[in-house]
T-cell receptor, first 116, second 114 residues
Framework: AQSVTQLDSQVPVFEEAPVELRCNYSSSVSVYLFWYVQYPNQGLQLLLKYLSGSTLVESINGFEAEFNKSQTSFHLRKPSVHISDTAEYFCAVRLNYGGATNKLIFGTGTLLAVQP | DGGITQSPKYLFRKEGQNVTLSCEQNLNHDAMYWYRQDPGQGLRLIYYSQIVNDFQKGDIAEGYSVSREKKESFPLTVTSAQKNPTAFYLC?????????????FGPGTRLTVL
């Protein structure tokens, strides 16, 4: 069965330090990968996605993620975090069945807690 | 402004009552989705619809119902058969076209059963 694993439920980090949020997936078919961010009591906002092409993708606010097919991973990184990055981050996978289905499978989320 | 709206933001319900959550989008997206979010469990798919007048059950459809009479609207009814309805409900939509398809989310409705 397909699944997404976010190993860390919470990641505390000091402001201006680097951070990595881990995401691994399990799938028998090829996948498309997404990271979403959720601020308290809000919906999810798309942070970045890998659909094809370069395995390194970047967001406009300094986050990046690299698709590693051999390790079935899509870890999210930022070299220097800000207080405003405090939020919950969700990794998601869309399976490529070649049909019209667009269902996403979500991980359980990682709370990034940036401390001054 | 283009986007997805959900109303109300907070909803309280007594046990045994049905309640309907609204989701509207003006993005001209074909597909719409309903998710339930519980602490520590991520998002779970309740129902989804790829076109008007058609919808499919997701992973946790029991106790819920939907309709898709208009492209812009995908209301979710939480029925009294849903055993544990207190949760944060998120609506999403996407163009549902090809490999570039990406889901975009509304602000959510927090339902509390008293």
């Amino acid at each position: 069965a397909q699944s997404v694993t976010q190993l860390d439920s919470q990641v505390p980090v000091f402001e201006e330090a680097p951070v990595e949020l881990r995401c691994n997936y399990s799938s028998s078919v090829s996948v498309y990968l997404f990271w979403y961010v959720q601020y308290p009591n809000q919906g999810l906002q798309l942070l970045l996605k890998y659909l094809s092409g370069s395995t390194l993708v970047e967001s406009i606010n300094g986050f990046e993620a690299e698709f590693n097919k051999s390790q079935t991973s899509f870890h999210l990184r930022k070299p220097s975090v800000h207080i405003s990055d405090t939020a919950e981050y969700f990794c998601a996978v869309r399976l490529n069945y070649g049909g019209a289905t667009n269902k996403l499978i979500f991980g359980t989320g990682t709370l990034l807690a940036v401390q001054p | 402004d283009g986007g997805i709206t959900q109303s109300p933001k907070y909803l309280f319900r007594k046990e045994g009552q049905n309640v309907t959550l609204s989701c509207e989008q003006n993005l001209n997206h074909d597909a719409m989705y309903w998710y339930r979010q519980d602490p520590g469990q991520g998002l779970r798919l309740i129902y989804y619809s790829q076109i008007v007048n058609d919808f499919q059950k997701g992973d946790i459809a029991e106790g819920y119902s939907v309709s898709r009479e208009k492209k812009e609207s995908f209301p979710l009814t939480v029925t009294s058969a849903q055993k544990n309805p207190t949760a944060f409900y998120l609506c999403a939509s996407s163009m549902a076209r090809g490999v570039t398809d990406t889901q975009y989310f509304g602000p959510g409705t927090r339902l509390t059963v008293l």
